[in-house]
């Protein structure tokens, strides 16, 4: 709230800085020392809806913050674990793919899974093994990751891949 507040404030000197303005015009057009009785109502008038403006956005702020941190409470009673989030997701895609019985997976990614089944492998072992470029082979890696036939593990710059509990009965049904 340090950005309205500053605003606030801003606004009060620029208001104040007005009325500066309108009284040194006025007495150098009139030349006169004192202010008038109407030169003081309408800066007496001016300030006062400035002050009765700047307490409405005040109220507002208030009301906002009051909700901000009812929801603030709420998040952190119910915190969302991105653990959990990928948990449920792996597990949801395992049941839609048990229900479909068929993986759909091409004769390269059913390759990858064999060559992969003789034990952990890096991605450059399985480029080199079925002869595509890095990006195609990174793709394949990621899909089957993805369908929860591959676990991944990294090592440095790169990840060694291996078969997963559901990997190793698709290599088995096959």
Not at 36 to 50: D, G
Request: hydrophobic share 35%; aromatic share 6%.
């Amino acid at each position: 709230m340090d950005i309205i507040d500053f605003v606030i404030v801003a606004s009060l000197i620029l208001a104040t800085l007005i009325c500066y303005h309108i009284i040194i015009t006025l007495k150098l057009k009139k030349k006169e020392t004192t202010i008038s009785k109407e030169e003081y109502s309408l800066l007496k008038a001016i300030l006062t809806e400035f002050k009765h403006r700047t307490d409405e956005q005040n109220k507002r702020i208030s009301e906002i913050m009051v909700k901000v941190d009812l929801l603030e409470n709420k998040i952190e009673k119910y915190p969302i674990k991105k653990d959990t989030i990928e948990k449920e997701r792996q597990e949801t895609l395992q049941n839609v793919k048990e229900r479909k019985g068929d993986l759909g997976l091409s004769d390269i990614e059913m390759s990858i899974l064999r060559f992969i089944s003789t034990g952990p492998k890096s991605s450059r072992d399985v480029q080199n093994s079925i002869k595509k470029s890095r990006e195609h082979t990174a793709r394949l890696l990621k899909s089957l990751y993805s369908k929860n036939l591959l676990n991944r593990e990294s090592q440095g710059k790169f990840f060694v891949y291996s078969l997963s509990e559901q990997g190793k009965k698709v290599i088995a049904e096959s």
